[in-house]
């Protein structure tokens, strides 16, 4: 069963070496990385901005850099144990603050993800 395999990361860089560990040491077919955002860092960097309030998060979205990356891979199940040691080996311990999350999800029906000897 296939299993969608998520990485939240506060380390830019370390989250590009992970992707591509996933797919290099891991036999990941594919790994899609999208910037993100965590609520609480957009309210330090609102303080740290000095600004009111009242100014919506939607608007300081369009004046701060993203805080984190997402890396989203679709695996078959054989390659999940890999993909979690190469995360942390990486990244460290997921266990100590501000490092990032992981975690994995039943796929109950996936099209188009490339099986084992087709590519």
Not at 38 to 64: N, Y
Not at 66 to 78: G, H, P, V, Y
Request: hydrophobic letters at 45%.
């Amino acid at each position: 069963m296939a299993k969608l395999v998520v990485l939240i990361s506060r380390d830019r860089e370390k989250g590009i070496e992970v992707a591509e560990a996933w797919q290099q040491r891991c036999g990941a077919t594919g790994v899609t990385i999208i910037d993100s955002y965590g609520l609480g860092s957009l309210e330090e960097q609102r303080r740290s901005m000095e600004l009111p309030m009242f100014i919506s998060m939607a608007s300081i979205l369009h004046q701060v850099r993203a805080t984190n990356q997402m890396l989203f891979s679709a695996a078959e199940d054989d390659r999940v144990d890999c993909m979690i040691e190469v995360a942390q080996e990486i990244m460290g311990s997921l266990d100590q603050p501000h490092t990032g999350i992981m975690f994995v999800v039943p796929i109950d029906r996936v099209v188009g993800l490339a099986h084992k000897g087709h590519g």
